[in-house]
């Protein structure tokens, strides 16, 4: 079944989907800090810590949001797709994000994230059994293969690193967990889906990022420190997913997906204002032919 056809979103409106985009952008800008904040704290803390403190951080913000909006209990059949959540963008995602980065510069790591579009929509396609129109492979293959292109020439890297096989292992379950994500985000809020997704990993977090927690390794982390983990756990764990799940699900997975194609741009953005580097001319000529192939995929 093509994208186009209109009954896989019975009574969406444009203006819905524009205001999808809108969402999908806002998601991306927050998400395209989470390799530079967690390179950072790989000065700091072990990849695990990285990874299970930000899970707990975003738990903690999580609950009152839920007691407050008096949110019901997940239902039973839902809480297997929260589960699979949990494992690809709770543990999965952050955990192997956070080793790659041990190994990686932030501008190889990118490379390997600007994969990630391309298998959540592949991920869709699998678990939801819809099939792209072929144009929107087309497309969504060309951009992948654009900003991967742009990405190492960026970067300047040659060969493998050990973390690619960790950052490849991220983007495939990351992929899995938006797409689940998404799916769940037809049958409750999308940032209800996300508030369960941390909180109901609670049980599994919380012992383990006590068991590796070290003393010191929070009461000395500098102010940067607390910042970038900070960031981590309330932007990329939890709201940036509150604006990322709600897109998914109201403008399709495939669709909505190709709009992390700038993520890597954006990355750049952040490197150009924070760290003094230069923009050129020709990332801004690739950026526009991205921006061009996603406007393309949301045509079919």
Same mark, same amino acid.
């Given at each position: 079944?093509?994208?186009?056809?209109?009954?896989?979103?019975?009574?969406?409106?444009?203006?819905?989907?524009?205001?999808?985009?809108?969402?999908?952008?806002?998601?991306?800008?927050?998400?395209?800090?989470?390799?530079?904040? *967690?390179?950072?704290? *790989?000065?700091?803390?072990?990849?695990?810590?990285?990874?299970?403190?930000?899970?707990?951080?975003?738990?903690?913000?999580?609950?009152?949001?839920?007691?407050?909006?008096?949110?019901?209990?997940?239902?039973?059949?839902?809480? *297997?797709?929260? &589960?699979?959540? &949990?494992?690809?963008?709770? /543990?999965?995602?952050?955990?192997?994000?956070? !080793?790659?980065?041990?190994?990686?510069?932030?501008?190889?790591?990118?490379?390997?994230?600007? &994969?990630?579009?391309?298998?959540?929509?592949?991920?869709?396609?699998?678990?939801?059994?819809?099939?792209?129109?072929?144009? /929107?492979?087309?497309?969504?293959?060309?951009?992948? !293969?654009? !900003?991967?292109?742009?990405?190492?020439?960026?970067?300047?890297?040659?060969?493998?690193?050990?973390?690619?096989?960790?950052?490849?292992?991220?983007?495939?379950?990351? &992929?899995?967990?938006?797409?689940?994500?998404?799916?769940?985000?037809?049958?409750?809020?999308?940032?209800?889906?996300?508030?369960?997704?941390?909180?109901?990993?609670?049980?599994?977090?919380?012992?383990?990022?006590?068991?590796?927690?070290?003393?010191?390794?929070?009461?000395?982390?500098?102010?940067?420190?607390?910042?970038?983990?900070?960031?981590?756990?309330?932007?990329?764990?939890?709201?940036?997913? /509150?604006?990322?799940?709600?897109?998914?699900?109201?403008?399709?997975?495939?669709?909505?997906?190709?709009?992390?194609?700038?993520?890597?741009?954006?990355?750049?953005?952040?490197?150009?204002?924070?760290?003094?580097?230069?923009?050129?001319?020709?990332?801004?000529?690739?950026?526009?032919?991205?921006?061009?192939?996603?406007?393309?995929?949301?045509?079919?």
């Amino acid at each position: 079944m093509s994208l186009a056809t209109p009954a896989l979103h019975p009574g969406l409106q444009q203006p819905s989907q524009s205001a999808a985009y809108m969402l999908a952008l806002l998601a991306v800008a927050g998400f395209a800090m989470t390799l530079p904040a *967690t390179k950072v704290l *790989t000065e700091m803390l072990s990849a695990q810590q990285i990874g299970l403190y930000r899970a707990v951080i975003a738990a903690a913000a999580a609950l009152p949001l839920l007691w407050l909006a008096r949110a019901p209990w997940p239902k039973r059949q839902q809480l *297997t797709g929260l &589960a699979v959540v &949990a494992a690809g963008n709770i /543990f999965g995602f952050p955990l192997l994000t956070s !080793v790659g980065m041990q190994y990686v510069p932030v501008s190889h790591g990118a490379v390997i994230i600007a &994969a990630m579009p391309l298998a959540t929509a592949l991920a869709s396609a699998l678990l939801s059994g819809i099939r792209p129109a072929p144009r /929107f492979w087309l497309y969504a293959s060309s951009g992948a !293969v654009l !900003v991967l292109g742009y990405s190492i020439w960026q970067s300047g890297a040659s060969g493998l690193y050990w973390g690619d096989l960790a950052l490849v292992g991220a983007v495939l379950l990351g &992929a899995i967990g938006y797409a689940k994500g998404a799916e769940l985000s037809q049958q409750m809020p999308g940032w209800q889906v996300i508030c369960w997704v941390v909180v109901l990993s609670l049980p599994l977090s919380l012992p383990w990022s006590l068991l590796v927690y070290t003393p010191g390794s929070l009461s000395q982390l500098p102010e940067l420190g607390w910042a970038a983990l900070l960031y981590i756990g309330l932007v990329s764990s939890l709201f940036g997913f /509150f604006a990322w799940n709600k897109a998914l699900a109201t403008g399709g997975v495939a669709r909505i997906s190709q709009v992390q194609l700038l993520q890597p741009f954006l990355t750049y953005a952040y490197s150009i204002v924070l760290l003094g580097e230069s923009w050129n001319s020709l990332t801004a000529g690739v950026c526009a032919l991205v921006i061009g192939l996603v406007w393309l995929s949301k045509r079919h």
